[in-house]
DNA sequence: AATGAATGAGACTTCATTCAT
DNA sequence: AATGAATGAAGTCTCATTCAT
């Protein structure tokens, strides 16, 4: 069912290529070369396929933040009350700031872009959006809300901490911000 | 107190420079020449007075979080009491997210740079550590490190949001964090 | 007539869409790519249509050239006699000057590639040639050859100048020249 | 006395350069690469000297039009009265018209980027405005109008024309366009 | 101590053309 | 007959760095 005629998976390759690199590099590193050479796809087909750098780095974010979510998905949808929910919540945490390096520096870049681009802050803020509809099923919005920010800070705390805090800390922090959070009902 | 025998300033010059360019476009879109016209030095100064682009940038955010360590301490370091504390803690967040969109951006860009580089950790975590000693004065260690944290969230969330959260819902957050943390005495 | 079976009109397209391009651009900024985007054709049509750039702008100035000729033709083949004759010169040469951007800029462009290149030589020698034809019907060779020089000169003057010269002054010079020709008879 | 401390006459070599390319290959064809090869500089050097393509067109431009404007002064500086000033208008038509293809070729080129930019038709209008106050030593006002237009058709056609046409019919046309043209007093 | 001149490397992008379909 | 996909070549331009002064 491809549309095209010869490897019609290139796109997705050189969106991987591009999130490897800049994992590696920093967005400040980036270039169509070495996206190409990643992808073993040649430069001329950079352009051809994404219409300038700006575009492609759009997309592959994109990409991105649709993994992103799923993470949350798979760790925030599973709870079936508010005491399962806390549990997936710190282990949530510190999946994403002891697991890969690669999502941690990711997410950083996401930011750091979406500081300043609007086109990027709506990924962000679809992201966090996203998040608050899993927290809501067990937490009031005010609550869900409050606990959607202490997670972004107890994991970028716990990534970038000498001595990163230990998981009893993280569900004593989730415990208080809960503690008077009931269903919306 | 001068180094050299002309323009002393030349070196601040260029660092702040530096930032600002950082906080329009990005530091990947940094470049010596563009430094050098913002600071009205000729370009040959650059690489005299900096051994290279990177010595350049870690001396700029060392700068930057000079800066902001002194944002935090003008807040943190006034309450006589944890209730006071709290209010100074909220203003914080609210500073910080609502400010200048200088320093919400160049914070991401350090970030980014201290997820890769430890030499920028270290610069995040002093900054860290000296926010926490602040926080240590009216609640415990622990409490401090899971505000500590939420500071971090509330602010990003705020920043990022599409409709940022009111200054109620940032107290109520700090108020069950603090609840059952007294001073350690 | 069509001699494809689908849109036999795409050739006379592509090359009017050519030729707007030129206008606009230069011929220095030409490609296939625009060309086919401002004709609404598939880029692969282009070379399939015109088996190269050369051709492509040949056949293009082939139509310019008909197209100018047949102004000329407009202007030069209804007088009646040398005073209609000298009127109608001095409209040609107002309305070559001050009309459409478009046909001067065309019109030096094909100057420019027949200064060099044979081939478009023979088109504007071709244009010399017709002119020359219509101007005899009222002059003597001589004469006429003498007064195509000078529309050309004048037109171009009017065009470039920063204040052109009025049309009193056009049919002062234009008596000038033919004062003595009488038709050869 | 020169500024730098090498090679002060590389930017005029540039230049020559660049008008020999597009004498030879039109500014269709003129690229960095081949001006900086032709002139035995490094690519780099070429946006190091010239801010961009257009800058160095539009100086090196410049640089032909002083030479066609001393090749105006050598003919029409020299005439003690209009009839010596007949003959030297007449050398210069067929001097320009004969002589090497490379000024043909150029003036054709600037005429082309003069009927579509405002900065060339300055230069342009620059070489008319010098080429009348010569005529004007000789001719009414008027008439060296006139006779400025009569040089460009004239100098075209021949350059142009199959046959080009002799230098009887060139005196004869300027002899009837100045005829009645005395000068202003 | 300080800098203007210079350049090789590499950045992004456009392009004419080829080819499988 | 016609075209979307693809790419190697080349385009302009920016840059960090070196070096003579």
Tied chains: 1, 2, 3, 4.
Excluded: C
């Excluded at 949350?72 to 399962?84: C, H, I, R, V």
Aim: hydrophobic letters at 40%; zero cysteines.
């Amino acid at each position: 069912m491809a549309t095209g005629h010869t490897d019609p998976q290139r796109r997705e390759r050189i969106l991987a290529a591009t999130l490897d690199l800049i994992a590696d590099e920093g967005i400040a590193r980036v270039s169509h070369r070495k996206i190409a050479a990643r992808a073993g796809v040649p430069l001329g087909s950079m352009t051809y396929h994404f219409s300038g750098m700006d575009d492609l780095l759009r997309e592959a974010f994109g990409r991105f933040t649709d993994h992103i979510v799923a993470v949350f998905d798979a760790y925030l949808s599973a709870p079936a009350d508010p005491e399962q929910a806390r549990a997936a919540v710190a282990d949530l945490v510190h999946v994403l700031s002891e697991g890969s390096q690669r999502d941690l520096v990711l997410t950083q870049e996401l930011y750091t872009l979406a500081a300043r681009q609007p086109a990027y802050r709506e990924l962000t803020q679809e992201w966090m959006r996203r998040s608050r509809v899993h927290l809501e099923k067990h937490f009031d919005p005010d609550t869900a809300r409050q606990l959607d920010a202490l997670i972004e800070g107890l994991t970028l705390h716990r990534a970038l901490a000498q001595e990163p805090h230990g998981r009893t800390l993280t569900l004593e922090a989730i415990a208080r911000i809960t503690a008077t959070g009931a269903p919306a009902r």
